[in-house]
């Protein structure tokens, strides 16, 4: 089982950029689908974006595409989502997570190793 950790979270203000990382333990990290979801104060945890193995293929959630970038360095055994033009409804703690059912599939329950979560907080 994997075990995920991340980092990089914190208070910005509106059209700011944060950086969040996803460290991850073990040796087949290279092997994952991974993606980054976020859950906002009495919402649904939510799919952000995803990026294959290899790191060739990147999915986003509509409302962060254009301004998010998703991307990996297998040989550290980190995933990273770089975060630009944030806005206040970006509020909320950004998870990551290992896919198992498959690219495509961004539901919650096709992720399962599921980070501690950062707290991520964007003022007006």
């Known amino acids: 089982q994997v075990q995920l950790v991340e980092s990089g979270g914190g208070l910005v203000q509106a059209g700011g950029s944060l950086r969040l990382s996803c460290a991850a333990s073990?040796?087949?990290?290279?092997?994952?689908?991974m993606g980054w979801f976020r859950q906002a104060p009495g919402k649904e945890r939510e799919f952000v974006a995803a990026?294959?193995?290899?790191?060739?293929?990147?999915s986003f959630a509509d409302n962060v595409k254009g301004r998010f970038i998703i991307s990996r360095e297998n040989a550290k055994n980190t995933m990273y989502l770089q975060m630009n033009s944030l806005k206040p409804e970006d509020t909320a703690v950004y998870y990551c997570?290992?896919?198992?059912?498959?690219?495509?599939?961004?539901?919650?329950?096709?992720?399962?190793?599921w980070g501690q979560g950062t707290q991520v907080t964007v003022s007006s």
């Open positions: 997570a290992v896919g198992r059912t498959g690219w495509g599939f961004w539901r919650p329950s096709d992720f399962d190793s």
């Open positions: 073990g040796r087949t990290f290279a092997n994952y689908l």
């Open positions: 990026v294959s193995g290899s790191g060739v293929r990147e």
